[in-house]
Structure formats: structure tokens, C-alpha cells
């Protein structure tokens, strides 16, 4: 009699266990940022967004354009935002402001972190999508095939790549 509830015992636990793990997996997949466009973001951070507007990532869609025009998709990866992810570019008639580098490029998917809540924790930011900024975001396309003189360091205070980052009036 001891023995048959001792087994019960661990056998329900196992299920509880198993329960938990798959509700805890269905959460996640609830989670995934998805991304969400330039204009999101120019609501709170209008100054970057005009500094950003000049650079050549900004602009960078035309060039693609003029040499394959729309057919050549390999392009889209490095040329417009989040293609084939969630919420990211389709083609230019479904997601026309999805073009170019953009925000969301170099900083993750926003859907979750653009909260204003969320967004002035560092911490809490990245656990929603926000990515670290590390030479890695760069060279996913500044491969050396594509941008063979790339220089980080460099190329990170270059106003033609990055946004200049605005001083805070206080
Ligand atoms: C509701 C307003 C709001 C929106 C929308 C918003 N942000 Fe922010 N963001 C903030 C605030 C507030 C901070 C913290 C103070 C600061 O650094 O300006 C911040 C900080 C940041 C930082 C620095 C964060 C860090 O911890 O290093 C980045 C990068 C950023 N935002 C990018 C974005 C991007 C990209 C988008 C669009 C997907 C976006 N933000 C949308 C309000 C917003
Ligand atoms: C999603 C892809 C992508 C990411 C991420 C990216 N870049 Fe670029 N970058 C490009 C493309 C494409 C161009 C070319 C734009 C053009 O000339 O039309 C470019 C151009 C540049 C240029 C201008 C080169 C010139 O001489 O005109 C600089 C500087 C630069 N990137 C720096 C960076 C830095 C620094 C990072 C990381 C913080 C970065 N890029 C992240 C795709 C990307
Ligand atoms: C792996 C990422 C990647 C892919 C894929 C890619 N590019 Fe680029 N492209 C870049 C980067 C990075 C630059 C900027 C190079 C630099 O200035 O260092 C660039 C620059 C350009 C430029 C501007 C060049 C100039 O001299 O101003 C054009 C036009 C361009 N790419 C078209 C295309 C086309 C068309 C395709 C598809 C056949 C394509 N790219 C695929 C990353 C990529
Ligand atoms: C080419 C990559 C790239 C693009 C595109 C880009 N950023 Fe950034 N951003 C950076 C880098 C690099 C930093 C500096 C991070 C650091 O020093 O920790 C930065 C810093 C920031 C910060 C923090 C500023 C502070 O006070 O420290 C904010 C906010 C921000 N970006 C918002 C944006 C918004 C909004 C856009 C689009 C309009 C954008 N970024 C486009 C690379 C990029």
C-alpha cells in the first residue's frame, strides 16, 4: 500500500512538472518582439530620428533599387528591417516603411522594450528584445564580402552610420 502511493507521489509530480514546462514554453512564444518601424520610435526620440534620416542607411533602399530592382530578394536582409521575421519587411507595397537600415536594425525588434515603462530600464530593455550594442550588430552586415575595409571603431563614430546621440538637457 506504502509502495503504490510513493509511486503516485513522483508520477504526479512528473506530470506537474511537465505541466509547468510546457506553459512556461507557450509564455515564451507569446513574448517574441516583433518588429515595428521607424516611426514608432521617431515619437520619442525625434532628434535621433533626424540625425538618422541623414545617414546612408537611411537612404540606402534607392541604391538597391537602381542596380536589381525588387527581384533579387538575397538583397532585403541587409537593405531593409527584419525581413522574413515577425512584423519585418515583405515587399515594398505591403511594408513601404520597412525600408532601409533602420532603428530597429541595430537596436532589436521593439514591440516589447518601446514601452516607455520598459524603455528606461536598461535591464528590463534587453530582456524584451533590445540588443546590446557590440560589433556583432554591425557585421551581421558589414561581412567581410560586402564591406571589406569595415573598421568598427571607426565606422561607429562615422555620422554616414550612426545617429549622433543628442545631449540631454537638464
Ligand atoms: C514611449 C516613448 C519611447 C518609444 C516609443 C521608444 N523609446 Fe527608446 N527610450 C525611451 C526612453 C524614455 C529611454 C530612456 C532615456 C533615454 O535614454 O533617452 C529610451 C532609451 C532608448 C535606448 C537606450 C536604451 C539603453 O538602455 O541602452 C535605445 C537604444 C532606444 N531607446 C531605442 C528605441 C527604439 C529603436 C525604439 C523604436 C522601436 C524606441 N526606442 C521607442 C522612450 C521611448
Ligand atoms: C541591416 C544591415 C546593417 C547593419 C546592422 C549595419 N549596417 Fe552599416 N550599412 C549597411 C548598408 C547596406 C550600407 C550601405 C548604404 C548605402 O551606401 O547605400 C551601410 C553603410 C554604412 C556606413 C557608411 C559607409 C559609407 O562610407 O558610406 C557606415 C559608416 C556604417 N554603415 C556603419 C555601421 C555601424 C557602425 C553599424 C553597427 C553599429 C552598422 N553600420 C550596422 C548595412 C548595415
Ligand atoms: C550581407 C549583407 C548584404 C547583402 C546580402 C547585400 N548587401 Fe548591399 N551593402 C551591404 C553593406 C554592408 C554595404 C555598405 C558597404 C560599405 O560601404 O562598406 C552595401 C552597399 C550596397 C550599395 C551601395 C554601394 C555604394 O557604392 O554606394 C548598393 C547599391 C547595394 N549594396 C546593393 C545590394 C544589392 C543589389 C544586393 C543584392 C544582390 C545587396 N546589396 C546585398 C550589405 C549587403
Ligand atoms: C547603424 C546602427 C544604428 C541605427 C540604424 C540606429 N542606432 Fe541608435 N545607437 C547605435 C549605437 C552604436 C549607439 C550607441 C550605443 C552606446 O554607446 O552604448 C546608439 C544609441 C542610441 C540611443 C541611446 C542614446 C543615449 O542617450 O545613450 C538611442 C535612444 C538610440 N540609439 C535610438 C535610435 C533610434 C530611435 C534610431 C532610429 C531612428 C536609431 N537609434 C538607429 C546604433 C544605431
Known amino acids: 500500500m506504502l509502495r503504490n502511493k510513493k509511486w503516485f507521489l513522483i508520477i504526479f509530480s512528473i506530470l506537474i512538472f511537465m505541466f509547468i514546462l510546457l506553459s512556461a514554453e507557450e509564455e515564451e512564444e507569446?513574448?517574441?518582439?516583433?518588429?515595428?518601424?521607424?516611426?514608432?520610435?521617431?515619437?520619442?526620440?525625434?532628434?535621433?530620428?533626424?540625425?538618422?534620416?541623414?545617414t546612408t542607411h537611411a537612404l540606402n533602399?534607392?541604391?538597391?533599387?537602381?542596380?536589381?530592382g525588387l527581384d533579387d530578394t538575397t538583397c532585403f536582409s541587409c537593405h531593409t528591417v527584419g525581413y522574413g521575421e515577425p512584423g519585418g519587411f515583405v515587399d515594398t507595397t505591403e511594408t513601404p516603411d520597412l525600408v532601409g537600415v533602420q532603428c530597429e536594425s541595430c537596436h532589436g525588434p521593439g514591440s516589447l522594450y518601446?514601452?516607455?515603462?520598459?524603455?528606461?530600464?536598461?535591464?528590463?530593455?534587453?530582456?524584451?528584445g533590445l540588443y546590446e550594442q557590440t560589433e556583432e550588430v554591425c557585421t551581421?552586415?558589414?561581412t567581410i564580402d560586402q564591406s571589406p575595409d569595415f573598421n568598427y571603431e571607426e565606422a561607429v563614430k562615422d555620422q554616414k552610420g550612426v545617429h549622433i546621440i543628442p545631449e540631454k538637457e537638464e
Do not use: R
Open 30 to 54: 507569446e513574448k517574441k518582439p516583433e518588429y515595428v518601424g521607424y516611426k514608432k520610435c521617431k515619437t520619442c526620440h525625434k532628434d535621433i530620428y533626424d540625425s538618422w534620416k541623414e
Open 61 to 68: 533602399f534607392q541604391g538597391v533599387l537602381d542596380s536589381t
Open 114 to 128: 518601446k514601452k516607455f515603462s520598459i524603455m528606461k530600464d536598461h535591464e528590463k530593455s534587453v530582456a524584451n
Open 140 to 142: 551581421k552586415c558589414h
